[in-house]
């Protein structure tokens, strides 16, 4: 179904009088319900402690996913002592289909070489990181052995670390591949038979902030971070992801959408726990 004809599309443009067809007022609509959602998470939430939990693992589907969804936390996380760990499921390589230029394994290395950067700027230490090196837009549509070993390699680290918490992108978060990271990781808890807080981040349901409505009410406690504090960090981070953010010549649009990446860096994060 195109976008034009959902029911939501619908009721925007009768709202909005048309303005919402524009690509600006599409950006500036997405704000202004994300900022609304924002105010209602708000007062659903609890304030998350930084000392909440001494040890984390942080599961990024793809490299970027642990900055934007996360990165707030995991800066305060770090600045309180806590083991924080960050494992990468996929290489990143299909962010820039059919690029004249840069083949998919060139994008996979650029990322790579990001994900440490914005990683070490967080405060993670290298030896901290880990990369399965997934191929991206795979995770959907592995085959069940496949999938098995992926869940191995997570249930591996998940019995080797004993993390108090597991940071990951939300449960239909609107991405497939965050869907089915976020079911690796089901499946390597019941292999390694530990209990960690599992602790969940929007990343594309930011953008769809529609989709932030069933965690708001279906979960069991939201927490509410202030990253104020380190949101020069976070920034910081999230500027090594240029092949993300910035075009690749000869593209002249960036793989990201216009103003995906500001909606990041409003001063608060949000992790939603069952």
Known sequence: MHPNHSAPSRIARALTIGWSDTPRGRLLLR????????????IRSRSFQRNAVASALVVAPHPDDETFGCGGAVALLVRNRAAVQVVFITDGSASHPAHPTAAPDAIAARRKAEARSATGILGVDWERVAFLDERDGTLAGLDTGRAREVAGKIAAMLARLAPEAILLPCRLDGSSEHDASFALVSRALQLAQIRPRLLEFPVWSWWNPLLLLR?????????????RGVLDVKARAIASYASQTDPIAPETVPALPSGFASMFLCGEEFLFER
């Open 215 to 227: 965690p708001m009410f279906a979960c069991r406690r939201v927490w509410h971070l202030d990253v």
């Open 31 to 42: 704000r202004a319900i994300a900022r609304l959602i924002s105010v209602a998470l708000r």
